[in-house]
């Protein structure tokens, strides 16, 4: 009886490793959808963070269930996105960011899917004149700041905002320098006025600044700013383009 017992253990034995065994027969995830954001009405590229503080591309898969687990994906700096790895299926796509909120939309993935993502940013930044090297050792920017929406919902009050600097040129606020990037108060950032901002104020614009080394080096710059407005429970900033300094006495 008891050998009877052992052939039957091994015998379950051996199929369930000769099922674990067996290859599946799912395709890998071989779809693309890619595209880009930009600003309504000019075509200009959203400026965002990387990661979980820029753009959320949220995935609902619905082709196999009607509460799919979401699949994020992020953008890159200058707004577009790629994402060569999607299984082929129908999906609802929720973007989110530093913009008036967009509604969920259900899109068949198959092949290569491109679309394009026009919003309304909560704030715009622009650069003003080209960034100046002073004789102090800091650098000096001129940025203008106003709405980016007409949209009376999202024209909440400025909350802060920050000069950053890194040396490489992924700079925003997940990779900045904590010496050399300035944060401001809502009270220095007026809409609508240009406004002059020097590096090496991290923790306000009072006291003197932080100086650059004296040898030449080159940094990557960036404006962002926000309004009391959070997505998701997390703060996201609408960004000037990078430049580019080079410093040095």
């Known amino acids: 009886m008891m050998k009877r017992i052992n052939i039957a253990l091994i015998v379950l034995a051996a199929s369930a490793l000769l099922s674990s065994c067996i290859k599946d027969n799912y395709a890998a995830p071989a779809e693309t959808f890619k595209g880009a954001f930009v600003e309504k009405g000019t075509g ?23 509460t799919p687990q979401p699949y994020d994906m992020h953008v890159k700096q200058d707004g577009t996105f790629q994402n060569t790895k999607v299984f082929k299926g129908q999906y609802g796509v929720t973007p989110e960011g530093a913009f008036v909120p967009l509604k969920e939309e259900v899109i068949d993935i198959k092949g290569t899917v491109e679309k394009t993502y026009e919003v309304e940013p909560l704030l715009k930044l622009e650069w003003v004149g080209s960034p100046v090297v002073n004789a102090d050792g800091t650098v000096s920017v001129q940025v203008k700041v106003t ?24 700079v925003g606020d997940f990779s900045y320098s904590p010496n050399y990037s300035t944060r401001l108060s809502a009270a220095e950032i007026p809409l609508g006025q240009t406004i002059t901002v020097k590096t090496g104020y991290p923790n306000g614009t009072s006291g ?18 926000k309004t009391t ?16 300094v080079t410093t040095g006495r």
């Open 44 to 66: 200009v590229p959203f400026q965002t963070a990387i990661g979980n503080t820029g753009v959320r591309i949220r995935m609902m898969e619905y082709s196999w269930s009607e």
């Open 147 to 170: 709405r980016g929406t007409s949209n009376p919902d999202y024209q909440q009050a400025v909350e802060k905002g920050w000069l950053f600097v890194s040396e490489t040129d992924y």
């Open 208 to 225: 003197a600044a932080i100086a650059f080394p004296k040898y030449q080096r080159k940094y990557f710059l960036r404006f962002a700013a």
């Open 229 to 244: 407005v959070n997505f998701s429970n997390t703060e996201r900033y609408n960004y000037t383009p990078i430049v580019e």
